[in-house]
């Protein structure tokens, strides 16, 4: 593994800091040739930026071959490219981005998002923490079983179901 | 079904698995739901971690823009500025007293002019512009009028110095600096030594001469060279 993005990954908050500062001015200059104001394109380096620290965390950049600056720059055309598009209202252009599934998935419903989002945060810590480790940390049920304290895998399947439907019944709630 | 959902997310399916899955996909709605329901709970905890970051991010934005010469890169650089500036680097000038050969202002490392011609400098820093321009009678002028400033004290000093007024001067580098967060006060002594060469009072040059000569201060060298040439 690369040994920044060990170092990310640990948070080291001084690599964090240099980093930010080291690949801003040419990321800037880098997207100064669209259509975009300087505090667009700010937001597009903290944007791609944040992806970068998230992606490092979860472990999906444990293998990246290529310089953290590329991984930057391409995620912040992508984002460019996104913003841009809705400014023009444009229909979504189908684009086939490599490194981030997640960003171009189209069947993510960003309002559906959010109401999870806020439903989460009603959820008990228990259920928080069982889907949290699952669905975020992406750890598998037997791991979740070491780190929880739980007796048996099956407890924690149980457990989680349970916890789903919780979530499900919160966001309907909601919905009311 | 939900194990097959669980093997997805775990990324554990194999590849007969995930050829289930695909086609469930595209025939069992209820699938299809469900999957996309499971997505939607990881893109949220995604989302909640993103929204975390961009905070820690643009707290990052903020420190980075911190007038420069506050921030600790530019002091670190000030530092080895004047070392390679080295008070001990200067034309040679015949005089008795060594005062003069190894006069040299202190640069200004308080408040540097950080964009030429800036028109809204404070009047702190329109002092420290004077004394960079060598206008140090004006310098000195400004700094009165002005009521605390740290290292107020030893830039006026070395002012009056070079306004060849050395017992003003001792009265501003008598006072060791308080709350030394540049580590000038070895400076202040050697200017302070420099002063009182001027004034012809030897002892007490050599004095501090000495003491400097013997601590690891950034101006050991130079106190060193001219104990030996004054001795």
């Not at chain 1, 060990?6 to 040419?26: D, F, H, T």
């Not at chain 1, 791991?143 to 499900?168: A, N």
């Amino acid at each position: 593994m690369n040994d920044v993005i060990k170092q990310v990954k640990a948070g080291n908050q001084r690599v964090i800091e240099r980093l930010y500062n080291q690949y801003k001015s040419g990321f800037l200059r880098f997207l100064s040739r669209y259509n975009l104001t300087e505090e667009e394109v700010l937001d597009l380096y903290q944007d791609a930026f944040v992806v970068f620290l998230d992606n490092a965390e979860r472990g999906k950049l444990d293998a990246l071959q290529a310089e953290v600056r590329t991984y930057l720059y391409a995620v912040g055309k992508y984002k460019a490219l996104r913003l841009l598009r809705q400014k023009v209202e444009y229909t979504q252009i189908d684009e086939v981005f490599d490194w981030q599934e997640e960003e171009s998935s189209n069947d993510v419903d960003p309002e559906r998002v959010m109401q999870i989002e806020r439903a989460l945060s009603k959820l008990g810590k228990r259920c928080y923490d069982i889907l949290y480790l699952f669905y975020y940390a992406s750890k598998k049920l037997e791991e979740i079983q070491v780190l929880l304290g739980y007796e048996k895998k099956d407890v924690i399947k149980s457990q989680k179901s349970r916890c789903l439907r919780q979530l499900r019944t919160l966001i309907e709630d909601e919905n009311q | 079904m939900n194990d097959l959902l669980e093997k997805y997310f775990q990324g554990t399916l194999t590849a007969e698995e995930q050829a289930e899955v695909d086609h469930l996909l595209k025939t069992d709605e209820a699938f299809k739901k469900e999957h996309a329901f499971q997505r939607q709970v990881r893109q949220a905890f995604i989302q909640q971690r993103r929204n975390q970051l961009k905070s820690l991010v643009k707290d990052l934005e903020k420190s980075s823009s911190v007038a420069w010469y506050r921030s600790k890169t530019w002091l670190s650089i000030a530092a080895s500025v004047v070392l390679l500036v080295g008070i001990g680097m200067y034309f040679y000038q015949q005089d008795q007293s060594g005062y003069s050969e190894y006069f040299q202002p202190l640069p200004n490392m308080v408040a540097p002019t950080v964009r030429a011609g800036e028109a809204t400098a404070g009047e702190t820093t329109k002092a420290f512009q004077l004394y960079e321009r060598e206008e140090y009678a004006e310098a000195i002028r400004l700094w009165e009028q002005q009521s605390s400033l740290n290292y107020k004290e030893i830039y006026m000093g070395i002012s009056y110095l070079a306004t060849k007024a050395p017992d003003k001067a001792l009265e501003y580098l008598r006072k060791p600096i308080q709350n030394d967060s540049l580590s000038l006060d070895a400076y202040r002594q050697w200017y302070l030594a420099l002063t009182y060469l001027e004034l012809g009072d030897r002892r007490e040059a050599l004095d501090l001469l000495a003491l400097l000569a013997q601590s690891p201060h950034p101006v050991q060298a130079q106190a060193s060279q001219l104990l030996r040439k004054l001795e």
